[in-house]
């Protein structure tokens, strides 16, 4: 029985990463099902067995998306012990992910933009890991000690926003200046 749920966890694997590498590249709307198959390598029927429509897939890209991707926020977040460096760190952290993916933008956002608001279950996980973002900050702008020259709130959205207006102008103009810039702002703020 292991062995087939190994299997079968396999083929669930090589659908995702198929998925996310297309999805990521191309986008979602142009991505096609026998697209995602032949490239995959699988039968049309292991698709299927996995995830019955396009958008399920999508869904299940997403929720495994934001478990990996928190992780490795979390991991680069926690080796700084400072406080303060912490919230440096996440500028650091978006900015390594720009360069790694060739200032493709934040998959979330690109998600969002082409398949939000079709379906209510795609915009939810986009939202789930958005939110779970801002938490974070806000948990870390709670325990940084920063200035009060704004109030937690106030920092916690301003580095949430910078954080996303940073990728989005990376993805536009294929550098991270904006990033640095909203890094070094941050830092006389906290």
């Given at each position: 029985m292991l062995v087939v749920k190994k299997r079968g966890q396999d083929v669930v694997n090589k659908i995702l990463d198929t998925a996310a590498r297309l999805f990521f590249q191309q986008g979602y709307n142009v991505t096609g099902i026998n697209q995602i198959i032949e490239e995959a390598d699988i039968a049309k029927a292991s698709l299927y067995k996995h995830f019955e429509s396009k958008t399920d897939l999508l869904v299940a890209y997403l929720q495994r998306l934001h478990k990996r991707w928190f992780e490795q926020l979390e991991a680069d977040v926690n080796?700084?012990?400072d406080p303060k460096k912490k919230l440096l760190t996440l500028f650091d952290y978006h900015r390594e992910r720009q360069l790694q993916n060739g200032y493709g933008g934040c998959r979330f956002i690109k998600a969002n933009d082409e398949a939000g608001m079709s379906d209510e279950r795609v915009l939810k996980e986009i939202q789930k890991a958005k939110l779970h973002l801002k938490n974070f900050i806000k948990k870390s702008v709670v325990n940084s000690g920063h200035q009060k020259l704004l109030t937690d709130r106030e920092l916690t959205e301003l580095i949430f926003m910078m954080l996303d207006g940073g990728i989005v102008a990376a993805s536009i103009f294929k550098?991270?200046?904006?990033?640095?810039?909203?890094?070094?702002?941050v830092r006389k703020l906290i």
């Open positions: 080796k700084v012990a550098h991270a200046d904006d990033l640095q810039s909203a890094k070094a702002i």
